[in-house]
């Protein structure tokens, strides 16, 4: 999700701590955070189903990669702070247009992913696959990335009591981050360490906004001291590097401690565990030092900065459509792909063809009237595409 400030300008509108710089201006160290940030979710989902049950370093890379929801909804809690700190709506129109731009690709994506597996593998009549899609789409089940947008929506809807907390709470937010701490380091650790005593929660754990309370809350506090919290960034950047290379540490013992305790591979590194937070925090840290530093250094109308530009505006689209590609290479055509690529090369090679497959469905989507549809942007002719304004979550 990106503010919404129109591009074009004739310098760089990205707040670097100069009071001259109008609030609401666009942050260009956001698009970086963005892409790495999908980057690394389409990492994760092709990593975790091209990994050999035996390929310990894989398993660490993977444990190293599960920061992505947090970062995820600290940017998304971030930027809904920011652009209505700086346009400020009442929710009879907030709410329509952010709902249409995620609430439609979510639920035609749902319905994509569910066709598409009922056509793969047929069971149950027409009836039941209608059954199946409503229940996917309610419970964001479609597929397994799908349920980012559900509890995007969630967040959405507690936008006014985000607000609220945040300007009743200024001189003492670090009460509000404590709180909001409290509940997430919570409830991972109910879910990590007592599994058998969560009940529904244990089932829907990721599904539900208050499992991320921390970071969405941290988002939106960064972005009530944005012009101070990203001055703190950029002078900072050799700390925060610091910061991130003891968090990794963290997560890599805490991997080793689980397996210790007789986890598997996999388990000693699931994306749902208190040491997660640590984690999480300093790779948000970390991409915003990359994406300061990028913004300094961007120069208006480069080869370079139209590249971000554009990777930032189709992200969200490639997000919803990789993993119908990672589906394709790999269990449609009789798994020609792993049978063909080894271990760990078919990482890499998948990696590589699902974003080239989700940046093309992507960059054809958005030259059509389906384009809201599938990327959730709003289609628009060549000559008022540079004019495009809205730009849904992550």
């Known amino acids: 999700m990106r503010d919404p400030t129109v591009r074009g300008s004739n310098r760089n509108t990205d707040d670097a701590g100069a009071s001259s710089r109008p609030h609401g201006g666009h942050l260009y160290a956001i698009d970086i955070v963005r892409i790495l940030t999908f980057l690394c979710v389409i990492a994760v989902h092709t990593t975790s189903h091209t990994i050999a049950s035996d390929d310990v370093a894989l398993y660490l890379v993977l444990d190293l990669l599960h920061f992505t929801r947090e970062v995820f909804f600290a940017l998304t809690a971030f930027v809904l702070l920011y652009s209505y700190e700086a346009r400020p709506v009442s929710m009879r129109k907030f709410w329509p247009k952010r709902f249409l731009l995620v609430g439609v690709p979510y639920v035609v994506w749902s319905a994509i992913y569910v066709v598409a597996g009922y056509l793969h593998t047929p069971s149950g009549s027409l009836w039941d696959l209608l059954v199946k899609f409503v229940f996917a789409t309610l419970t964001g089940s479609a597929w397994y990335h799908l349920y980012f947008l559900l509890v995007t929506m969630q967040v959405y809807l507690l936008v006014p009591v985000i607000i609220w907390l945040v300007r009743r709470t200024r001189g003492r937010h670090w009460m509000l981050l404590l709180a909001g701490l409290v509940v997430q380091a919570g409830l991972m650790s109910w879910y990590h360490y007592a599994p058998h005593t969560t009940g529904w929660y244990g089932h829907w754990a990721k599904q539900i906004v208050f499992t991320y309370s921390f970071f969405i809350l941290a988002g939106a506090v960064a972005a009530d001291h944005h012009t101070a919290f990203l001055a703190w960034v950029r002078a900072r950047r050799g700390l925060i590097g610091w910061i991130v290379l003891g968090a990794a540490g963290i997560m890599l013992a805490g991997y080793g401690v689980e397996r210790l305790r007789g986890a598997s591979l996999y388990g000693a590194g699931t994306p749902m565990q208190p040491a997660v937070i640590v984690w999480g925090v300093a790779v948000s840290l970390?991409?915003?030092?990359?994406?300061?530093?990028?913004?300094?250094?961007?120069?208006?109308?480069?080869?370079?900065?139209?590249?971000?530009?554009?990777?930032?505006?189709?992200?969200?689209?490639?997000?919803?459509?990789?993993?119908?590609?990672?589906?394709?290479?790999?269990?449609?055509?009789?798994?020609?792909?792993?049978?063909?690529?080894?271990?760990?090369?078919?990482?890499?090679?998948?990696?590589?063809?699902?974003?080239?497959?989700?940046?093309?469905?992507?960059?054809?989507?958005?030259?059509?009237?389906l384009s809201l549809a599938l990327t959730g942007r709003r289609f628009s002719s060549r000559r008022h595409r540079a004019k495009q304004l809205e730009v849904p979550p992550g």
Do not use: K
Not at 287 to 309: E, H, K, N, Q, Y
Not at 346 to 356: E, Q, S
């Open 286 to 369: 970390g991409f915003l030092a990359v994406g300061t530093w990028w913004a300094d250094r961007r120069r208006i109308g480069s080869l370079t900065a139209r590249f971000v530009d554009t990777a930032s505006d189709r992200s969200f689209g490639i997000f919803l459509a990789h993993p119908m590609f990672i589906w394709v290479l790999l269990w449609v055509g009789d798994d020609w792909l792993e049978r063909t690529v080894p271990t760990p090369w078919l990482t890499l090679v998948t990696y590589i063809l699902v974003i080239l497959g989700a940046v093309l469905v992507t960059e054809a989507a958005r030259r059509t009237p």
